[in-house]
T-cell receptor, first 116, second 111 residues
Framework: DTGVSQNPRHKITKRGQNVTFRCDPI?????LYWYRQTLGQGPEFLTY????????KSRLLSDRFSAERPKGSFSTLEIQRTEQGDSAMYLC??????????????FGEGSRLTVL | GENVEQHPSTLSVQEGDSAVIKCTYS??????FPWYKQELGKRPQLIID?????GEKKDQRIAVTLNKTAKHFSLHITETQPEDSAVYFC??????????FGGGTRVLVKP
C-alpha cells in the first residue's frame, strides 16, 4: 500500500500519560498535515510541515501537543499529559509541495485516541 | 482565519432522489473548494473539487456549484444509490496552505 500510513490505529491510555503517533506520508509528498476529528465533526487543522519545516500551528493547539518531521519524511505527533478531552481521531494527510490546491490531499486511516 | 459552515447536518433521501449539501465560507481569498466523502471507519476521500475560476463542475452523478459573490458552494448528488450513504465534508483553502473543513453532512440513502 503506497498511501498514507498511520500507527498505532488505536491507542487507549490513562489520563496524564504521554502518547505518540506516527505518520508515513506518500513518498513524493512534501507537505504533511495533522488534523483532529471528533465524533460527528469535520477534521480540525492542527499543524503542517513543508519537508522538515513546521510552517503553521493552530492557535487552538495546546502546548502539550508537539509534532516533528525530522528528516522530511515521516512525522510524529506527541501529546503529553493527556486529558479526556484529547480523545479523538488524529488524522494525518499529505500532498504535493504546493499544498492541497495544487494536488489532492490524501488522508491516512487515522489514529484513534481514547483517554480514560 | 477561514470559517466554513455546512448544512444540513443530516440528510435522508429515497434511493434515486437527489441530495444537495450547501456550504458557506468566510474568507473571500479562498480559491479551492474540495468535497470529501468519509464512510464509517474509513479515511476521508476526495470526490470532487472546484476552483474559484469555475462556476460549476460535474463528474457523472455528482456536481459542485460555486457562487463566489455570495461565498457559498454546493454539492449535488443525482440518482442516489445506497453506496452514497456516508458523511460528506466540504472544505475551503486560501493561499494554498491548509484546508478548513465544514462540520459534515451525514447522508442516508434509503432503499
Amino acid at each position: 500500500d503506497t498511501g498514507v500510513s498511520q500507527n498505532p490505529r488505536h491507542k487507549i491510555t490513562k489520563r496524564g500519560q504521554n502518547v505518540t503517533f506516527r505518520c508515513d506520508p506518500i513518498s513524493e509528498h512534501n507537505r504533511l498535515y495533522w488534523y483532529r476529528q471528533t465524533l460527528g465533526q469535520g477534521p480540525e487543522f492542527l499543524t503542517y510541515f513543508q519537508n522538515e519545516a513546521q510552517l503553521e500551528k493552530s492557535r487552538l493547539l495546546s502546548d502539550r501537543f508537539s509534532a516533528e518531521r525530522p528528516k522530511g519524511s515521516f512525522s510524529t505527533l506527541e501529546i503529553q499529559r493527556t486529558e479526556q478531552g484529547d480523545s479523538a481521531m488524529y488524522l494525518c494527510a499529505s500532498s504535493l509541495a504546493g499544498g492541497p490546491s495544487t494536488g489532492e490531499l490524501f488522508f491516512g486511516e487515522g489514529s484513534r485516541l481514547t483517554v480514560l | 482565519g477561514e470559517n466554513v459552515e455546512q448544512h444540513p447536518s443530516t440528510l435522508s433521501v429515497q434511493e434515486g432522489d437527489s441530495a444537495v449539501i450547501k456550504c458557506t465560507y468566510s474568507d473571500s481569498a479562498s480559491n479551492y473548494f474540495p468535497w470529501y466523502k468519509q464512510e464509517l471507519g474509513k479515511r476521508p476521500q476526495l470526490i470532487i473539487d472546484i476552483r474559484s475560476n469555475v462556476g460549476e463542475k460535474k463528474d457523472q452523478r455528482i456536481a459542485v456549484t460555486l457562487n463566489k459573490t455570495a461565498k457559498h458552494f454546493s454539492l449535488h448528488i443525482t440518482e442516489t444509490q445506497p453506496e452514497d450513504s456516508a458523511v460528506y465534508f466540504c472544505a475551503a483553502i486560501a493561499a494554498g496552505n491548509k484546508l478548513t473543513f465544514g462540520g459534515g453532512t451525514r447522508v442516508l440513502v434509503k432503499p
